[in-house]
Structure formats: C-alpha cells, structure tokens
C-alpha cells in the first residue's frame, strides 16, 4: 500500500503531468532525499516515469501510463474482485489498468487466465501459479492489446467461466465505450460470448462518453467500481437488477 505522501505525490502528477523533486519536496514539507525514494518507489511500481531532475506520468495510451490516476480506488477493485474468482476457474481479462492490478492480486490462485492484453501477460512471472493463455491477433503497441479478426477466431475455440472488461467511459446513451475502436470490437465479441461478464473501472469513467460503444446495460451481468460512483449510476443500475460490486 502507498502512504499518504506517496499518494500525493501521484495527485499532483496527475494534474500536472510533470514535476520537479524540489517542487514536490516543497510541496510536500519533506526533503529532497526522501522525493527521490518515494519517486524510486512509484517508479518500482509502475506507477510514474522518472525524469531528470523530477517524474512525470506518461501520455502514452499504454496501461502502465494510467496505473498511477486514482490507484487507490483502482486496487481497492480489483482487491475486491479478485475475491470473487475461485480456484479453478478459467477468466478472460481484456484490458486496462484496473485490469492489470486485478491480474496482480490473482498471479498465486490456481486459475487459467485468458488475456488480450500483453502487459497483463507481463504481470504474471516464474513460480506464481496462475496459468496464461495469449490468443493470437495484431499487436497494438501503445496499448499492448490483441485485435482482429485472429484475435476473435482464437477467442471463439476457448472456453471461460468469466469475463473481466475495461472501458473509457459510460453514459446511459451511449452505454459502455472505448476510445479504441478495434479494442472495443474484440471487447464485444467477448461479452458476446461470455456467461458472466463484468465491468472493471473507477467511477471518475461514468458520465463520460468516448469514441465508440463496446455494449450497453443490459449485455452484462456485474459491474465493479469504487464507492464514489455517482447515486444517480448506482439508481440506474440497481433497477435493471445488475450485480453493482463498489469497493
């Protein structure tokens, strides 16, 4: 877990994208030494870019990039999902940072997991039990995610008891979106086949609409976020009876 300061510290980097060690050690009431462990640390973490003289968060639409944006609330999530996946079971994770720590906090169960995303491949090392199936597809560096046709064929021969989906926004009108199209198409070709689908992001998502749809309301079955979800959200979905998991 991150401390206060360190929590902070991704506070102000996220609005500013970039910043100096003595800025922030200003900032902060603390010395410069004790910027640059914290700043080690984060960086250890996948968390924040050092730079010189200071760090920054990456522009890159890349999840590493985005780990950092309400971490708090991102591990609070995928702590309380991950609680949800026994041993045994087979899951998809598409994609995304909230995702990725999810992926963290199951890498010691005795679960196959199905990923389109390589960085979530990535989290998952030598010795840790979890089994890791990549399915085939083009290779999209920003994001390090699988799309296509070869991705959806691969997807189509390999059984799942759940399916794990990030997105980039919400609104009722335009239900579940992304800001990729070709990530949203292989996203949906999931959910289409999936039994038990669940949305995985932070609530700062909702009332927010990005390029293209991925599915709406009623195409899926559990839709875990942080416990700042709006109450007009949390009233929405309570009444078409889906499974709202707030952490």
């Known amino acids: 877990m991150l401390n206060e300061r360190q929590k902070k510290i991704l506070k102000l980097l996220d609005s500013d994208s970039r ?5 922030l050690a ?4 603390v010395s410069t030494v004790t910027i640059r462990q914290d700043l080690t640390f984060l960086e250890s973490e996948g968390l924040l870019r050092r730079v010189h003289g200071g760090a920054e968060m990456k522009d890159a639409d890349n999840i590493e990039s985005r780990l950092g944006v309400n971490y708090e609330k991102k591990l ?36 196959t997991i199905i990923t389109t995303n ?52 919400y609104t009722p009108d335009t239900g579940f979106t992304s800001r990729d199209l070709f990530r949203a198409e ?12 669940f949305i995985v992001t932070d609530s700062s998502k909702f009332g927010k609409a990005q390029l293209t749809n991925i599915c ?17 959200y949390v009233e929405e979905f309570q009444k078409a009876g889906i499974d709202l998991i707030l952490a």
Do not use: C, W
Request: proline share 1%.
């Open 76 to 111: 609070r999530i995928a702590r309380k999902v991950a609680s949800l996946i026994n041993d045994g079971d087979t899951i998809l994770i598409e994609s995304g940072s909230t995702n990725a720590l999810l992926a963290r906090e199951i890498a010691n169960k005795n679960v």
């Open 19 to 23: 910043a100096s060690v003595k800025k």
């Open 118 to 169: 390589v960085y979530i491949a990535r989290q998952f090392r030598k010795g840790m039990q979890a089994r890791v199936i990549l399915p085939g597809g083009v290779y999209q560096h920003g994001s390090e995610s699988l799309v296509g046709k070869i991705t959806k064929e691969s997807i189509d021969k390999i059984n799942f008891d759940k399916a794990f989906i990030g997105v980039d926004g």
């Open 26 to 29: 200003e900032e902060l009431g």
């Open 186 to 197: 292989v996203s949906s070709h999931i959910i289409s086949k999936s039994g038990d689908v």
């Open 216 to 232: 709406y309301s009623l195409d899926i079955h559990h839709i875990a976020t942080d416990s700042d979800l709006d109450s007009q």
